[in-house]
Each structure stands twice: as structure tokens, then as C-alpha cells.
């Protein structure tokens, strides 16, 4: 089938990755073109096979972390999903910051596993739901935005601050942003500075959770 998108999947489990291919091979719009064991195998479907979406388990000790940097250096275009046990806050934080669009817990429906490739691959961001919900809790001592309950306070966003955000949420670095917007990346700091200041929020990850709770973007 004609335009269909590229999956790769790397898991130490042969198991486990049989039963992705398996369900993957259900929907005519996906194709498995690669499969790996490592974080290395990661790396080098990257550099010799052209894919749309590589799922990665993130590993005990977060090897997946560099391996997902070293994804994005060797094809800039790849959008790389954590498919994982491992609902560390800490994991799901520098996921994000090293360029992963999609952060999924194993144990997720078939469906819900289709559904949230194709959403990553058409630009989308994607954490499993539960696990955002109950990091965005645990994290409202920071992104609370109310003080007197009675009192809605209106976030107001400048137009640059709202691309800004919104490339945030798409998980582009500070360089690319600056590269998109045409700005010096001294500028991009300074935008994220404040932005994160006035949302209330600590780092990208709690940044792209708020927005997508409040619609900022």
C-alpha cells in the first residue's frame, strides 16, 4: 500500500515484539520495516532504514534516553515513541527533552496503540493518559493556577509566546524553534523564560501538559 507509514521497533523482548508487529500488521496504513533488540539497533536502523515512527522500550536505566538523540542526529525526520513499563516521572521528563514525541506505557489496548502512532506521526504529541493525568497532579503545587478559588485568573499570552508554546508541545529544541521563528536562540531562552514564569510551570514537559489542559495553544 502506497504511502504507508514506517514503523520500527526496538525491544529486548522477541516476544513483546512480535505481538507490536502483529498488531501493527492489522492496520493497512502502518508497515514494519525494522526490528532491534538494543538501543544500538536503534541506531543503526536509523542511519541505514528510512522510518516514520521508531517505538523504543526507554530501558531500566534510561539508555533509550541517548539512544533517542542519537536517533534524531542520524534522521532528523523519525518521530521516536517510548513504548515502556517504566512510569518514571524523571524518564518521561528527559524523553521529552531529548526529542521523543510519544511517551507510552505497555499494557495499552491494540487500538490504543494504533490510534496514538498515527496521532504522533500526524504531528501530535501523545503520553499515555492516565500517566499524564497523574504526573500534571503531582507536579499542581507548581502549575496550579489559582490562588482563590473564586477568582479566574485569565493566562494572556503574547503571540510570540504562543509559537513558542506551541513549538514546545511539538517537541522542538531551542534551535529549531529559533531556525522556525527566524530569531536569535538567546531570544528563544528569554521567550521560554518568561512563558514558563507566567504559566507557572518548571521545565517543557509540565509546559506541554498545561497547555494542552488549558487549550493555550
Do not use: W
Amino acid at each position: 500500500m502506497a504511502d504507508q507509514i514506517r514503523i520500527a521497533i526496538v525491544d529486548e523482548h522477541p516476544l513483546f515484539r512480535q505481538g507490536v508487529v502483529r498488531t501493527v500488521g492489522r492496520d493497512q496504513k502502518m508497515l514494519v520495516v525494522a526490528e532491534g533488540q538494543s538501543p544500538d539497533d536503534a541506531c543503526k536502523i536509523a542511519s541505514q532504514t528510512p522510518v516514520d515512527v521508531l517505538l523504543m522500550e526507554i530501558g531500566t536505566r534510561g539508555e533509550g534516553i541517548e539512544a533517542t538523540r542519537k536517533v534524531l542526529a542520524a534522521q532528523a525526520g523519525v518521530r521516536v515513541v517510548i513504548l515502556t513499563a517504566s512510569d518514571d516521572e524523571d524518564h518521561l521528563a528527559k524523553a521529552i527533552a531529548a526529542g521523543a514525541k510519544g511517551y507510552i506505557l505497555k499494557g495499552v489496548s491494540g487500538g490504543e496503540l494504533l490510534r496514538s502512532i498515527e496521532s504522533i506521526y500526524l504531528g501530535e504529541p501523545y503520553i499515555t493518559p492516565a500517566f499524564a493525568a497523574r504526573v500534571l497532579m503531582q507536579a499542581k503545587g507548581q502549575v496550579f493556577l489559582r490562588k482563590d478559588p473564586s477568582v479566574d485568573q485569565r493566562i494572556e499570552l503574547t503571540v510570540r509566546e504562543q509559537q513558542v508554546l506551541g513549538h514546545v508541545t511539538q517537541g522542538l529544541t531551542n534551535s529549531e524553534i529559533a531556525a522556525k521563528l527566524g530569531v536569535s536562540l538567546t531570544t528563544i531562552k528569554h521567550n521560554l523564560s518568561d512563558l514558563f514564569r507566567k504559566i507557572r510551570v518548571r521545565n517543557r514537559m509540565e509546559a506541554t501538559f498545561v497547555a494542552q489542559k488549558l487549550k493555550l495553544v
